[in-house]
């Protein structure tokens, strides 16, 4: 059983260091950094032997600046030494395991402590309270229904910070059904999953769905999607950045200047291609040191995924954790072509948006199959607009959108009934199938 009294805590305590000073923030941050870095040392043999190789000790590391020294860790890495990743300071068989959907289809299994569970559980809540969710709201979560299993007893008999849950799985009508008839305080879910919700909202013409607000997460959302799920439900859309392993780690406030990265609990660095850190306003691959996990420490992890830290030094709410501007995607949801040059994910949005016939598409999916071949994947919602004329406007759009010539790549255009949606539960709008982008 969780202990809730702690969760409290915990909630209070995350709330009232978004209002640390810098200084505070950072002295406690280089705390962290050197309390985790010394306990994977000593307790986490595939850390003692990185550390070894690289030719580092404990205390060589004495700040987040010094991590720095440390090698970067990828998914696959942690993938091949499973058996080398869990703390000698606990029995493996009595920690808790959460899995990761990967593109490779080989998951990655997370250990936790219950208390670690307990303060990811804290952790999840604290943008929501930042938003404005109270705790007998009405919070209605889009997600495999199976993650009713993560709520504990007392949660669900209190209803306090309890979601009700709307299969992802679910067609998007019936969806649409659950929703209305739980009439939400709160809408959560994967962010694409809340656009399909809105545009079969829209088409149907109901009205009776009005939260508060809608918080969405788990995938990249372009701008007029997010303008579009606003409007649909006349509401803020306020978006999350998270993941599995690590839980939160960047989110929205009411403001929306940018998402406050949750330095108390995670250092994100932000790395070019050749792993340095990039400058404010620079692209870079976010690199995550979680400051709490000790079952399963995960110490410069890179994510795979594209952010930009804000030059901003403060946030209008007056929270004064670090901002990041924007996230771009998954790095293999970015487009890299032959000649070098790199699409993400977010211009495809926009491109898509000033199509001629953008209105008509219900769901669309760019896959790169090759560094000069685009296949785009079209499920119309209109039957009366022409394929021929709608693939023709099409290729030809995307060629006058992004500068591209038929010698450099080639667009493709085919029609479906049905874009499906990852193992997860996921639809990703921008996939390449390329090895390394």
């Not at 979680?290 to 929270?319: H, K, Q, W």
């Not at 954790?321 to 890299?336: A, W, Y």
């Amino acid at each position: 059983m969780y202990n809730y009294f702690r969760i409290a805590y915990d909630i209070a305590s995350l709330l009232r260091h978004t209002h640390w000073s810098r200084e505070q923030l950072l002295d406690y941050q280089n705390r962290k950094v050197r309390e985790i870095v010394r306990y994977a040392f000593e307790n986490v043999p595939f850390y003692r032997e990185k550390f070894l190789k690289s030719g580092i000790k404990p205390d060589d590391v004495k700040s987040v600046q010094d991590l720095n020294k440390l090698p970067i860790i990828r998914r696959e890495e942690l993938q091949e030494n499973s058996g080398k990743l869990i703390s000698s300071d606990f029995d493996q068989s009595k920690l808790k395991v959460v899995s990761t959907s990967g593109s490779s289809g080989k998951p990655l299994f997370t250990f936790l402590t219950k208390r670690e569970d307990e303060f990811r559980k804290a952790k999840l809540l604290r943008p929501h309270i930042v938003c404005g969710q109270k705790p007998w709201d009405r919070w209605v979560l889009i997600e495999p229904t199976q993650h009713i299993k993560r709520l504990g007893g007392l949660q669900r008999f209190l209803r306090v910070y309890s979601p009700l849950f709307v299969s992802i799985f679910d067609d998007v009508s019936k969806q649409v059904s659950a929703i209305e008839k739980l009439d939400p305080d709160v809408l959560d879910g994967y962010s694409n999953s809340l656009f399909l919700v809105a545009q079969e909202v829209e088409r149907v013409g109901i009205k009776t769905i009005r939260p508060r607000f809608v918080m969405g997460g788990a995938e990249l959302i372009d701008a007029p999607s997010r303008k579009f799920i606003e409007e649909v439900f006349a509401a803020p859309f306020y978006d999350q950045y998270a993941s599995e392993e690590l839980q939160m780690i960047a989110w929205q406030c009411p403001e929306k200047s940018g998402y406050h990265i949750d330095a108390d609990s995670v250092a994100v660095q932000f790395v070019d291609d050749e792993g340095k850190e990039v400058a404010s306003g620079e692209r870079g691959e976010l690199v995550c040191t979680s400051l709490y996990n000790r079952a399963m420490p995960f110490i410069r992890y890179a994510l795979g995924d594209i952010g930009v830290p804000s030059a901003e030094e403060t946030c209008a709410c007056g929270r004064t954790f670090p901002l990041m501007r924007v996230v771009e995607g998954r790095k293999d949801s970015i487009v890299v072509l032959s000649s070098g040059r790199k699409i993400s994910a977010l211009v495809f949005g926009w491109m898509m948006e000033f199509y001629k016939y953008y209105r008509d598409i219900r769901q669309y999916r760019i896959v790169q199959k090759r560094s000069d071949l685009l296949r785009v994947l079209i499920r119309k919602k209109n039957d009366a607009v022409s394929e021929n004329e709608m693939r023709a406007e099409l290729i030809g759009h995307v060629r006058k959108m992004l500068g591209l010539s038929e010698s450099e790549v080639t667009v493709e255009v085919e029609f479906v009934a049905e874009i499906p949606l990852d193992r997860s539960g996921k639809l990703r709008k921008v996939v390449s199938e390329l090895e390394s982008s």
